[in-house]
Structures are given as C-alpha cells and as structure tokens.
C-alpha cells in the first residue's frame, strides 16, 4: 500500500509540474489568450501582404498560412515527435522574429503564435477570431488552435496533427 501511494504522489507532482507550472513558465503556454505582436518581423509583414494578395476569403487565407506554417514546422524547424523530449532548451524561446528565421526545432505553442499573428494581423481576422486549447499528448500538453470562420470553429494544428498526415480541421491528442 506504502508503494501505490508513493507511485500516486509521483503521477501528482508530475502532473501538477507539467500541466500546471510548466503552462506558467513557458513562453505563449500560459492560460489566457496571445497578446497580439505590435511590431511583426518584415518578413512577417511581407508574407501576410503575398498571403492577403493570393487569397479572397477568410477559408483560403487560413489553409493557406496552414500550408506555410505546416511546411515551415517540417522542413525549416523540423518538428517532430521525438524532437519535444530533448529539446527543452527551445520551449523557451519567445521573440517572434527569431521563431520566424530559426532552423531549428520549434514547440507547437511558438509555432501556433506564429499562426495567430499571421491569422490577427491580416485584414480577413482578428485576435478574437482565435482561441488556444491545450490537450494531453504522449504525456505533456500540447497547444492547438481553433480559428472562427462564418460562425464555426476550425481546429488549426500543424504542430500535432499536421506532422502526422493530417489536414486543417483536426488536432493531435492522447497518444501517438
């Protein structure tokens, strides 16, 4: 009995560490909303201006800053799974313009504020437009978006369910 209740307190502390300190401590992890950047990158800027000049609804501008951010998670900061456990140096970093120009590993909130400000500062949203959700994935939280167009919540998430095949319109969690 002594074991079980060591093993309890353990998965408390864990839990409490992880889903509740880490949330305090970590950059745009926190549990209210993003405060949208004032002053964004050039390169920030300059995207939102080509994204805006190729598109005409709401819908075609969010898939495609999905498409940009989802190719930028794969191929410039090379977000993987495995990438979150050994890489905790990075959950840190919270400059947007290094964000936006590092080849190195990203966490998902950092990828999804890069999201938000492409999605906030661009003439089809707002920052109310977007809501953070946090859920449990592979034993940590993970962060995913949801973005309003016509009325309807869409869950954005390169970071979780992008990497994994899937499209806009889903989110990792649980396992895998």
Avoid at 43 to 54: D, F, G, S, T, V
Avoid at 136 to 143: A, D, G, K, R
């Amino acid at each position: 009995m002594h074991i079980i209740l060591i093993i309890l307190i353990v998965i408390a502390a864990y839990f409490f560490l992880v889903f509740f300190v880490l949330r305090l401590v970590a950059p745009y992890m926190g549990f209210k909303r993003y405060a949208l950047p004032e002053n964004l990158p050039e390169e920030m800027r300059q995207k939102i201006a080509e994204l805006e000049n190729r598109t005409s609804t709401p819908s075609e501008y969010l898939q495609e800053t999905y498409n940009l951010v989802l190719d930028k998670t794969l191929h410039q900061w090379k977000h993987g799974r495995l990438q979150a456990g050994i890489k905790l140096h990075r959950l840190f970093v919270k400059d947007l313009a290094e964000i936006w120009r590092t080849p190195k590993f990203v966490y998902c909130q950092a990828i999804n504020c890069v999201v938000f400000a492409l999605l906030a500062k661009s003439k089809f949203f707002t920052a109310d437009d977007v809501k953070i959700r946090h859920v449990f994935l592979n034993f940590v939280p993970h962060q995913y978006l949801l973005v309003k167009i016509n009325n309807e919540w869409i869950d954005v998430d390169p970071a979780g369910a992008g990497i994994r095949g899937n499209g806009l319109g889903s989110h990792a969690e649980w396992f895998g």
